[in-house]
């Protein structure tokens, strides 16, 4: 188990790597320079040249990138005397545009992102699968015919087309629900919950319609084979049956499934959050893009990459927990 | 079996259609329009009663609340030397005060007063080349110290500086004609003198600027906020921009880039001692990175968490048709502004002035107007000044029909088909409106080519001198209703730089710099005039541009918020004497 | 995942048992002997999935709606000509002071089907059929160039076994792992840059075939992985043995041998892909990398008509109506074509 962990680290470890330099790259490639945007109107070319020294990039492509490793670990200084900025490690680069290190913007968008996504994974999670589990079950039925049609609808439809429609019936025409903002859980966890409901019913209903057809189909599955057979035959109830043989295994590759979905979420759902209004990281990034604020661009595809990452060692991990056929080698 | 999910969107969808679906749309969407333009009555008073403080209550009006403003994108610049945007403006203007400031209340009447300064600036020997304000008693920053003369000359001193460059330059150029501004003179930063020449400041209560021409605009050039006080020891520089040092009734409370910014009372601002601001709402929060759609619907719904809400952000076409019923119609602000829309064209590279004329025939402004919300965006433009400039007066060199003159485009172009590059910004509207240009000129004749420009950047590729593009839309607003603020920063060739011009035109014609030259030297009473015969003749003879339309503000707010009017001097929603009703 | 910030090949097909249903088919001893000695004896597992299909009166449907949507749209020029109005035209004379078209449910009429877009004042109905034009090649385009690279790379991997199996795989977690969004919004712009001058318009074809690029080029990894499974599990069968043995050479065994026995989850795989293609390409245009004007696109019309929906509802709804008809008819087809290869999950 230890063994597979290190190993899958040192293998993450590379990916960041790659994907690090490839966005490096990418980034220099961009025709207009970033110091240009920062500098504004009626700029010299010495203004320029002074800015790009300010933020490390008159060096070359290499250096610029050994500089930021180094960041990263032990912090680094931007420009010098009057205009130098600290940024402690993990320093992830320097917004001079928020003069802040960027690692603080992440802290104050990644959470909102993140409030986002696991009150939605709660709400898709509990009704994708119970939807699912319960319609296999009663497989045939007007449920389970009732259910799998909402859920072709849900699975056919766009987000962007969903969530507004929420919007302009639940805010816009009646005042049900206000529009939605950010709370801090810490701060006021009612009004977090109040603000954020629209994103979770739009991500809960949508994802939850992928869930459910995944977990009616993977039970389908489960109860057809022989194990869960043994076990009637052992005499278990169904109740047994279904809860401890039939759903363990088929929650397994739900498991992984939804590891990833949140993974690949928590670097971003710039849709979802441009929709409802919401300052998360997704936006976040698009802007930085389109400010040329390439320390933030870069910041944040890495932490993208992070999480998904992060995301395929923990569903690995997991799936060896739950599922006994499984072993870690 | 599947199917009858179908039922469940169209359900959804069917609540829309019956609120807005069924009725029939008529000609008139603006519920029966007003076509009036109004001409800024703008003036410069003298008067004590003008400038003395406090200002005027307004009737009705209550201390307290919030207001909240809902911005698609945070300020660029707040920091008083780089900002140069009406809306920066207006929010600065809640945190600094400069020597000058505009006292409106609604009625149109626009009267420019000493705000610092204890009035308007002294022409001391009558030939406006030496100006002296005296600022008044008792003006203190949030830290309870007292605004100096000192630190008025050291904010303009640092507004020089090539890193702060953003701000207007009037005062900067003039103190340092010919050239650059800041050629000889950087800025207080990297051992640098701590005010420019020409600026003394014989005590602490008095500063005097000593221009090698006259400038009897001057009491209007210190209105905008590089005049606006920076004590030394304060200056953060470019983190300024962050966190202004307030010397008006708010302070920043906090500030997250992108995302809100919140403005608390400053305890130590006298009302005593401000003529033009109540400062009602106890406090102001700014949020961006809200969609213009989002801001408009949400304004329109008025639910009462958004009651005490405005924007400056005008109600996109989409929304347009929602504002006009009952409750909400009286929640629109709008009206014509200072800005007029041009369609420019690169005389650099654009040299036949045929084909300059025959753009003129060709464009339907129309079309351009309705891709952007119609008569709420602005009305048909023939001129290059706007009505609200002081002495305008409408003209038209080619009469053309609003949808464009087929047969004289024909004659003038001759059977030629010429090949123009119409470069535009990305965003949506920007978007629709170039498209809709682009198949009208291909349908006069010409060959389009359509170049998107990331929209954070329009203005700077533009303002290249060698930009590769022919054709480009662009809107200016006058810095005061003159026509001094709008002729010679766009038509006068000798103003054209490497880069960031505002002269998009490229025009560099020397009958049309002399032209400038002497109508500067014009009494003041004459120069009006001047101005706007000097418009016609560009129009006539030179053809830079072709003028689409007047801008106009169509801006909502909230049930909550009281004193609602358009700013004339800024063509958005006033802040000074807004009020939340309690 | 929904949000539509990511490629297919990390949001949807991603069901297991389409990995199931193609172990199935390739591998009649799977299943189960007493459906086996049901059927008549001689037709191949193709043959018999070919009859399921027939047989689904859902699978038909769908077909009508899809090879309706094909038809319209190829034959959009025809529809010009024959209705005499441009997809560009504007017919601004029939807006109001604010820009929405004058009439009744947007402008319906005789002249224009579907009435008019706000603000440009053109005919929806001819944006729309050309539009549909444009979405459905670069879905087509996307899932077929996905289908290509995922294929070569996943037999290859599957093939090869050892360093080049897990370097091949190592490469797709990477592919997963990089943010699919940034990289089209940085990618875009610059080869437009680099392939054409300031003063030359990239040609709509340029943009659709970056979009499609970006589009394959991040979305073959499910394929990919699919196809390496199937090999693994193939290649130690006898009927490649028994090739191998008769000298065959290594491409030989790729292409003929293995390949045509997994055609089948690969064409699931690709019809659940084509409909993600034709949501994603509509969210492109949230971020201004979708297809640029004047070309007619159903995804940037989505976009430009939602903020319509109270105001001018009809302009939101036939656009809106049609992207929801077509994805739910690809749905309902992948569904049944992955039912018929899969005779044990019926549904």
Same mark, same amino acid.
């Given at each position: 188990?230890?063994?597979?962990?290190?190993?899958?680290?040192?293998?993450?470890?590379?990916?960041?790597?790659?994907?690090?330099?490839?966005?490096?790259?990418?980034?220099?490639?961009?025709?207009?320079?970033?110091?240009?945007?920062?500098?504004?109107?009626?700029?010299?070319?010495?203004?320029?040249?002074?800015?790009?020294?300010?933020?490390?990039?008159?060096?070359?492509?290499?250096?610029?990138?050994?500089?930021?490793?180094?960041?990263?670990?032990?912090?680094?200084?931007?420009?010098?005397?009057?205009?130098?900025?600290?940024?402690?490690?993990?320093?992830?680069?320097?917004?001079?545009?928020?003069?802040?290190?960027?690692?603080?913007?992440?802290?104050?968008?990644?959470?909102?992102?993140?409030?986002?996504?696991?009150?939605?994974?709660?709400?898709?999670?509990?009704?994708?699968?119970?939807?699912?589990?319960?319609?296999?079950?009663?497989?045939?039925?007007?449920?389970?015919?009732?259910?799998?049609?909402?859920?072709?609808? @849900?699975?056919?439809?766009?987000?962007?087309?969903?969530?507004?429609? &929420?919007?302009?019936? +639940? =805010?816009? /025409? *009646?005042? #049900? $629900?206000?529009?939605?903002?950010?709370?801090?859980?810490?701060?006021?966890?009612?009004?977090?919950?109040?603000?954020?409901?629209?994103?979770?019913?739009?991500?809960?209903?949508?994802?939850?319609?992928?869930?459910?057809?995944?977990?009616?189909?993977?039970?389908?599955?489960?109860?057809?084979?022989?194990?869960?057979?043994?076990?009637?035959?052992?005499?278990?109830?169904?109740?047994?049956?279904?809860?401890?043989?039939?759903?363990?295994?088929?929650?397994?590759?739900?498991?992984?499934?939804?590891?990833?979905?949140?993974?690949?979420?928590?670097?971003?759902?710039?849709?979802?959050?441009?929709?409802?209004?919401?300052? @998360?990281?997704?936006?976040?990034?698009?802007?930085?893009?389109?400010? &040329?604020?390439?320390? +933030? =661009?870069? /910041? *944040?595809? #890495? $932490?993208?990459?992070?999480?998904?990452?992060?995301?395929?060692?923990?569903?690995?991990?997991?799936?060896?927990?739950?599922?006994?056929?499984?072993?870690?080698? | 079996?599947?199917?009858?999910?179908?039922?469940?969107?169209?359900?959804?969808?069917?609540?829309?259609?019956?609120?807005?679906?069924?009725?029939?749309?008529?000609?008139?969407?603006?519920?029966?329009?007003?076509?009036?333009?109004?001409?800024?009555?703008?003036?410069?008073?003298?008067?004590?009663?003008?400038?003395?403080?406090?200002?005027?209550?307004?009737?009705?009006?209550?201390?307290?609340?919030?207001?909240?403003?809902?911005?698609?994108?945070?300020?660029?610049?707040?920091?008083?030397?780089?900002?140069?945007?009406?809306?920066?403006?207006?929010?600065?203007?809640?945190?600094?005060?400069?020597?000058?400031?505009?006292?409106?209340?609604?009625?149109?009447?626009?009267?420019?007063?000493?705000?610092?300064?204890?009035?308007?600036?002294?022409?001391?020997?009558?030939?406006?080349?030496?100006?002296?304000?005296?600022?008044?008693?008792?003006?203190?920053?949030?830290?309870?110290?007292?605004?100096?003369?000192?630190?008025?000359?050291?904010?303009?001193?640092?507004?020089?500086?090539?890193?702060?460059?953003?701000?207007?330059?009037?005062?900067?150029?003039?103190?340092?004609?010919?050239?650059?501004?800041?050629?000889?003179?950087?800025?207080?930063?990297?051992?640098?003198?701590?005010?420019?020449?020409?600026?003394?400041?014989?005590?602490?209560?008095?500063?005097?600027?000593?221009?090698?021409?006259?400038?009897?605009?001057?009491?209007?050039?210190?209105?905008?906020?590089?005049?606006?006080?920076?004590?030394?020891?304060?200056?953060?520089?470019?983190?300024?921009?962050?966190?202004?040092?307030?010397?008006?009734?708010?302070?920043?409370?906090?500030?997250?880039?992108?995302?809100?910014?919140?403005?608390?009372?400053?305890?130590?601002?006298?009302?005593?001692?401000?003529?033009?601001?109540?400062?009602?709402?106890?406090?102001?929060?700014?949020?961006?990175?809200?969609?213009?759609?989002?801001?408009?619907?949400?304004?329109?719904?008025?639910?009462?968490?958004?009651?005490?809400?405005?924007?400056?952000?005008?109600?996109?076409?989409?929304?347009?048709?929602?504002?006009?019923?009952?409750?909400?119609?009286?929640?629109?602000?709008?009206?014509?502004?200072?800005?007029?829309?041009?369609?420019?064209?690169?005389?650099?590279?654009?040299?036949?002035?045929?084909?300059?004329?025959?753009?003129?025939?060709?464009?339907?402004?129309?079309?351009?107007?309705?891709?952007?919300?119609?008569?709420?965006?602005?009305?048909?433009?023939?001129?290059?000044?706007?009505?609200?400039?002081?002495?305008?007066?409408?003209?038209?060199?080619?009469?053309?029909?609003?949808?464009?003159?087929?047969?004289?485009?024909?004659?003038?172009?001759?059977?030629?088909?010429?090949?123009?590059?119409?470069?535009?910004?990305?965003?949506?509207?920007?978007?629709?409106?170039?498209?809709?240009?682009?198949?009208?000129?291909?349908?006069?004749?010409?060959?389009?080519?359509?170049?998107?420009?990331?929209?954070?950047?329009?203005?700077?590729?533009?303002?290249?001198?060698?930009?590769?593009?022919?054709?480009?839309?662009?809107?200016?607003?006058?810095?005061?209703?003159?026509?001094?603020?709008?002729?010679?920063?766009?038509?006068?060739?000798?103003?054209?730089?490497?880069?960031?011009?505002?002269?998009?035109?490229?025009?560099?014609?020397?009958?049309?710099?002399?032209?400038?030259?002497?109508?500067?030297?014009?009494?003041?009473?004459?120069?009006?005039?001047?101005?706007?015969?000097?418009?016609?003749?560009?129009?006539?003879?030179?053809?830079?541009?072709?003028?689409?339309?007047?801008?106009?503000?169509?801006?909502?707010?909230?049930?909550?918020?009281?004193?609602?009017?358009?700013?004339?001097?800024?063509?958005?929603?006033?802040?000074?004497?807004?009020?939340?009703?309690? | 995942?929904?949000?539509?910030?990511?490629?297919?090949?990390?949001?949807?097909?991603?069901?297991?048992?389409?990995?199931?249903?193609?172990?199935?088919?390739?591998?009649?001893?799977?299943?189960?002997?007493?459906?086996?000695?049901?059927?008549?004896?001689?037709?191949?597992?193709?043959?018999?999935?070919?009859?399921?299909?027939?047989?689904?009166?859902?699978?038909?449907?769908?077909?009508?709606?899809?090879?309706?949507?094909?038809?319209?749209?190829?034959?959009?020029?025809?529809?010009?000509?024959?209705?005499?109005?441009?997809?560009?035209?504007?017919?601004?004379?029939?807006?109001?002071?604010?820009?929405?078209?004058?009439?009744?449910?947007?402008?319906?009429?005789?002249?224009?089907?579907?009435?008019?877009?706000?603000?440009?004042?053109?005919?929806?109905?001819?944006?729309?059929?050309?539009?549909?034009?444009?979405?459905?090649?670069?879905?087509?385009?996307?899932?077929?160039?996905?289908?290509?690279?995922?294929?070569?790379?996943?037999?290859?991997?599957?093939?090869?076994?050892?360093?080049?199996?897990?370097?091949?795989?190592?490469?797709?977690?990477?592919?997963?792992?990089?943010?699919?969004?940034?990289?089209?919004?940085?990618?875009?712009?610059?080869?437009?840059?680099?392939?054409?001058?300031?003063?030359?318009?990239?040609?709509?074809?340029?943009?659709?075939?970056?979009?499609?690029?970006?589009?394959?080029?991040?979305?073959?990894?499910?394929?990919?992985?699919?196809?390496?499974?199937?090999?693994?599990?193939?290649?130690?069968?006898?009927?490649?043995?028994?090739?191998?043995?008769?000298?065959?050479?290594?491409?030989?065994?790729?292409?003929?041998?293995?390949?045509?026995?997994?055609?089948?989850?690969?064409?699931?795989?690709?019809?659940?892909?084509?409909?993600?293609?034709?949501?994603?390409?509509?969210?492109?245009?949230?971020?201004?990398?979708?297809?640029?004007?004047?070309?007619?696109?159903?995804?940037?019309?989505?976009?430009?008509?939602?903020?319509?929906?109270?105001?001018?509802?009809?302009?939101?709804?036939?656009?809106?109506?049609?992207?929801?008809?077509?994805?739910?008819?690809?749905?309902?087809?992948?569904?049944?074509?992955?039912?018929?290869?899969?005779?044990?999950?019926?549904?």
């Amino acid at each position: 188990m230890l063994r597979f962990i290190v190993r899958r680290l040192l293998v993450a470890a590379a990916t960041l790597v790659v994907i690090s330099l490839v966005t490096f790259g990418l980034f220099f490639a961009v025709p207009s320079s970033p110091a240009k945007v920062m500098c504004g109107k009626s700029c010299t070319a010495e203004d320029i040249a002074q800015v790009e020294a300010r933020l490390g990039i008159d060096q070359p492509l290499p250096r610029q990138y050994t500089d930021f490793v180094r960041g990263v670990f032990v912090g680094r200084t931007y420009g010098e005397g009057d205009f130098a900025r600290r940024c402690p490690a993990p320093c992830l680069g320097y917004s001079f545009r928020n003069n802040q290190p960027v690692t603080e913007i992440i802290a104050q968008r990644l959470p909102v992102t993140a409030s986002i996504v696991a009150g939605g994974a709660v709400l898709w999670l509990l009704l994708g699968v119970s939807l699912g589990m319960v319609s296999a079950l009663w497989r045939g039925t007007v449920f389970d015919r009732a259910a799998i049609g909402v859920t072709l609808a @849900g699975a056919s439809m766009q987000v962007y087309f969903f969530g507004l429609i &929420l919007l302009y019936v +639940l =805010v816009y /025409a *009646t005042g #049900l $629900l206000p529009f939605p903002s950010y709370t801090p859980l810490t701060e006021n966890p009612l009004r977090w919950a109040a603000g954020l409901l629209l994103p979770w019913m739009t991500l809960g209903f949508l994802n939850s319609a992928l869930y459910a057809r995944l977990s009616r189909a993977q039970m389908l599955e489960t109860l057809s084979e022989d194990f869960v057979r043994t076990a009637r035959a052992k005499g278990l109830s169904p109740r047994q049956v279904h809860l401890r043989h039939a759903l363990r295994a088929a929650i397994t590759p739900i498991v992984t499934i939804a590891g990833l979905d949140i993974g690949t979420s928590l670097g971003g759902t710039f849709i979802t959050e441009s929709i409802f209004g919401l300052q @998360g990281l997704g936006k976040a990034t698009v802007e930085a893009v389109q400010f &040329l604020n390439l320390p +933030l =661009v870069m /910041a *944040t595809v #890495l $932490l993208a990459a992070v999480f998904i990452v992060v995301a395929n060692i923990v569903v690995d991990v997991l799936y060896a927990v739950i599922d006994p056929r499984v072993r870690l080698n | 079996m599947r199917g009858r999910t179908r039922t469940l969107t169209c359900g959804v969808l069917a609540v829309a259609l019956v609120a807005g679906g069924c009725t029939r749309t008529t000609d008139s969407g603006g519920g029966g329009e007003e076509k009036k333009t109004k001409t800024q009555t703008g003036s410069i008073s003298y008067e004590a009663a003008d400038n003395r403080g406090p200002a005027a209550a307004v009737d009705g009006a209550t201390r307290g609340g919030t207001v909240t403003v809902m911005q698609v994108s945070d300020f660029e610049h707040l920091d008083p030397a780089r900002n140069y945007v009406n809306v920066q403006q207006v929010t600065g203007g809640l945190l600094y005060r400069a020597l000058n400031g505009y006292k409106e209340n609604g009625s149109g009447q626009l009267l420019l007063v000493g705000d610092l300064a204890t009035n308007p600036g002294k022409d001391v020997d009558g030939d406006c080349k030496v100006w002296e304000f005296t600022l008044r008693d008792g003006v203190k920053y949030e830290d309870g110290s007292p605004v100096t003369s000192r630190d008025v000359a050291y904010g303009i001193g640092r507004s020089f500086a090539p890193s702060l460059n953003e701000g207007p330059h009037y005062i900067q150029q003039w103190l340092y004609p010919g050239g650059v501004y800041n050629a000889a003179y950087k800025g207080p930063y990297d051992g640098g003198k701590p005010a420019p020449d020409g600026i003394t400041t014989p005590d602490d209560r008095t500063i005097r600027f000593t221009f090698p021409q006259p400038h009897c605009d001057m009491p209007y050039a210190a209105a905008l906020p590089t005049s606006a006080p920076v004590p030394a020891g304060k200056d953060t520089r470019d983190q300024y921009d962050l966190r202004p040092f307030s010397s008006g009734p708010y302070k920043v409370k906090s500030y997250q880039r992108d995302v809100a910014l919140e403005l608390e009372r400053n305890p130590n601002w006298d009302p005593k001692t401000d003529p033009l601001r109540t400062a009602y709402p106890d406090g102001w929060r700014f949020t961006f990175g809200l969609e213009s759609a989002q801001i408009a619907e949400r304004l329109v719904a008025d639910a009462p968490a958004d009651q005490a809400s405005m924007s400056w952000v005008d109600v996109p076409p989409a929304v347009l048709p929602r504002t006009t019923s009952g409750g909400v119609a009286e929640r629109v602000v709008k009206g014509p502004t200072q800005y007029t829309w041009v369609l420019n064209i690169n005389t650099q590279r654009v040299t036949d002035l045929n084909i300059r004329k025959a753009l003129n025939y060709a464009v339907d402004k129309d079309a351009v107007l309705k891709a952007i919300g119609g008569q709420a965006a602005g009305s048909p433009a023939t001129t290059l000044m706007s009505p609200t400039t002081a002495g305008f007066h409408q003209y038209d060199v080619f009469n053309a029909p609003i949808s464009g003159d087929r047969a004289k485009v024909a004659e003038l172009l001759a059977g030629k088909r010429p090949k123009l590059v119409l470069a535009h910004s990305n965003i949506e509207l920007r978007t629709q409106q170039a498209e809709a240009l682009r198949k009208n000129l291909t349908d006069m004749g010409f060959d389009i080519v359509m170049k998107p420009i990331e929209n954070s950047s329009y203005y700077d590729e533009i303002g290249r001198k060698n930009n590769p593009y022919d054709l480009y839309i662009g809107g200016w607003g006058s810095d005061w209703p003159t026509g001094s603020t709008i002729i010679p920063p766009l038509y006068d060739g000798r103003e054209i730089v490497a880069e960031g011009n505002n002269n998009l035109s490229y025009l560099n014609e020397s009958a049309v710099s002399a032209e400038i030259d002497r109508i500067r030297k014009l009494p003041a009473a004459e120069q009006d005039a001047g101005w706007m015969a000097l418009d016609e003749k560009i129009m006539r003879e030179s053809v830079p541009v072709v003028p689409c339309y007047y801008d106009a503000a169509y801006e909502l707010h909230g049930s909550k918020i009281g004193n609602t009017f358009l700013s004339d001097a800024y063509g958005i929603l006033q802040a000074n004497t807004i009020y939340v009703k309690q | 995942m929904s949000d539509m910030s990511h490629p297919p090949s990390l949001s949807t097909p991603r069901d297991p048992d389409v990995v199931d249903a193609a172990v199935a088919v390739n591998s009649p001893a799977d299943v189960p002997p007493s459906r086996q000695r049901r059927e008549i004896v001689g037709r191949s597992p193709n043959q018999l999935a070919w009859l399921r299909l027939k047989r689904d009166r859902t699978a038909l449907v769908s077909s009508v709606v899809l090879a309706v949507a094909a038809l319209v749209a190829l034959a959009a020029p025809l529809i010009a000509r024959l209705t005499g109005i441009d997809p560009t035209d504007k017919f601004v004379d029939r807006l109001n002071d604010f820009g929405m078209p004058v009439g009744y449910a947007g402008g319906i009429g005789g002249d224009h089907l579907l009435g008019l877009e706000p603000g440009s004042g053109r005919d929806i109905f001819l944006q729309l059929v050309h539009g549909l034009r444009t979405s459905l090649f670069i879905a087509f385009a996307s899932a077929l160039l996905a289908s290509v690279i995922g294929v070569g790379v996943g037999i290859v991997a599957g093939y090869a076994r050892g360093w080049l199996d897990s370097l091949i795989n190592w490469f797709v977690d990477v592919t997963l792992a990089f943010p699919f969004l940034i990289f089209a919004l940085a990618v875009i712009p610059i080869l437009e840059d680099r392939f054409y001058t300031e003063r030359e318009a990239a040609s709509p074809g340029f943009r659709i075939a970056l979009i499609i690029a970006t589009f394959g080029l991040f979305s073959w990894t499910y394929t990919a992985r699919l196809v390496r499974g199937q090999v693994i599990s193939l290649r130690e069968r006898e009927f490649v043995e028994a090739a191998r043995a008769a000298g065959a050479g290594t491409g030989h065994i790729l292409f003929r041998q293995l390949l045509p026995n997994i055609w089948a989850p690969i064409l699931v795989t690709v019809s659940l892909n084509v409909p993600q293609f034709i949501a994603v390409e509509a969210a492109l245009a949230f971020v201004n990398i979708g297809v640029t004007e004047p070309t007619p696109d159903l995804g940037r019309m989505i976009y430009n008509s939602i903020g319509y929906v109270a105001s001018d509802p009809w302009y939101t709804l036939f656009p809106g109506l049609t992207i929801f008809l077509l994805v739910l008819a690809f749905n309902l087809l992948g569904d049944a074509l992955r039912d018929s290869l899969d005779p044990r999950s019926t549904r």
